[in-house]
């Protein structure tokens, strides 16, 4: 029977040809040649988009629940009509009397503005920034 080996015996004998990270990094070369500065930087902001959404949505949701629990038992009345009227207003970008992806749009357009001023190689940051909301 043969005992198994050494890891510290293994890992001092790895020649670069084993090294399961440099065969993965050699394989990804293609990928990172692609990789821009822009790419980076809209993944990253598209990971915080993600992460702050959560957050936000964490935030309006809890508070929902705690308006809507005391609407409930009467200690306050809430005209919930007037609340989506005047925050449809607010975020109608359009001013078209509806929230469509035209809105979507309009928002996408004003951040991606924002995020890639005086950002030099701002090519490939939209690509980025879904990428860094879908895996973040």
Known sequence: LRE???KQTHLATMTEHDDPIETTLDKLKPVFARLSFGSVMGY???YAAKKVGKAVAFVVGAGFIIFQTAAYSGYIDIDWAKIKDDTKA???ITGDGKLDVED???YWR???KILTHN???AGGFSLGF???VKYG
């Open 44 to 46: 990253c902001s598209g």
């Open 4 to 6: 198994p080996p050494n």
């Open 110 to 112: 004003k951040v991606r």
């Open 119 to 121: 950002v030099g190689s």
């Open 104 to 106: 979507a749009k309009a």
């Open 130 to 132: 879904l990428g860094g």
């Open 90 to 92: 607010k975020i109608d």
